[in-house]
């Protein structure tokens, strides 16, 4: 049987840039990526959302705006887990991105994405988030650094059916 964990995972955007976190322990430790992490038993996948964000980088975001933009469907060989990313963009936040004991936050020119040290899965999703097109993506991974095989598409409605 396949244990199926819910994660969150928010990406702040402005007209040229868009805020990445290099992760400082952990899981994806040394990559660059969006904010989120774990949803909690019985909590709300947008209240995870708006935590592990304002945890990770000190900025406030509200729930309404959030858009679920896609949806990331990670396993491992060997591994009966499957993560589950919700994956949200926000033009709309509050405050400074600061430095905290799980990330560094920076802006990043859209066109000097790090994609070198990034999750290998990132650059095959990118283009999907910068043209605002909503996406769903299989990825099924042997390690952490090898892809075996992977499905992706775009969607016309994040709707669960
Ligand atoms: N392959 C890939 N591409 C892009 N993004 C991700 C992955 N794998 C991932 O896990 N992620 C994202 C999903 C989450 O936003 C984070 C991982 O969350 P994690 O840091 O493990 O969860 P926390 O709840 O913050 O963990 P603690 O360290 O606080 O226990 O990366």
């Given at each position: 049987?396949?244990?199926?964990?819910?994660?969150?995972?928010?990406?702040?955007?402005?007209?040229?840039?868009?805020?990445?976190?290099?992760?400082?322990?952990?899981?994806?430790?040394?990559?660059?990526?969006?904010?989120?992490?774990?949803?909690e038993p019985k909590e709300e996948i947008?209240?995870?959302?708006?935590?592990?964000?304002?945890?990770?980088?000190?900025?406030?975001?509200?729930?309404?705006?959030?858009?679920?933009?896609?949806n990331l469907q990670f396993t491992f060989?060997?591994?009966?887990?499957?993560?589950?990313?919700r994956v949200f963009s926000a033009t709309?936040?509050?405050?400074?991105?600061?430095?905290?004991?799980?990330?560094?936050?920076?802006?990043?020119?859209?066109?000097?994405?790090?994609?070198?040290?990034?999750?290998?899965?990132?650059?095959?999703?990118?283009?999907?988030?910068?043209?605002?097109?909503?996406?769903?993506?299989?990825?099924?991974?042997?390690?952490?650094?090898?892809?075996?095989?992977?499905?992706?598409?775009?969607?016309?409605?994040?709707?669960?059916?």
């Amino acid at each position: 049987m396949i244990l199926n964990k819910v994660y969150t995972l928010v990406f702040l955007r402005n007209e040229q840039q868009i805020l990445l976190g290099l992760k400082k322990r952990g899981f994806g430790v040394n990559k660059w990526n969006g904010f989120g992490g774990k949803v909690e038993p019985k909590e709300e996948i947008l209240d995870a959302a708006v935590r592990e964000l304002k945890e990770e980088c000190c900025m406030s975001v509200r729930k309404h705006n959030l858009k679920n933009i896609g949806n990331l469907q990670f396993t491992f060989e060997g591994e009966a887990l499957m993560m589950d990313v919700r994956v949200f963009s926000a033009t709309s936040f509050v405050g400074d991105p600061e430095e905290t004991e799980e990330m560094l936050p920076k802006w990043f020119d859209y066109d000097k994405i790090p994609f070198e040290d990034m999750w290998l899965d990132d650059k095959l999703w990118f283009p999907y988030l910068l043209k605002d097109k909503l996406f769903y993506g299989r990825f099924h991974y042997q390690g952490y650094d090898k892809i075996l095989n992977y499905t992706i598409q775009e969607l016309n409605s994040m709707e669960r059916k």
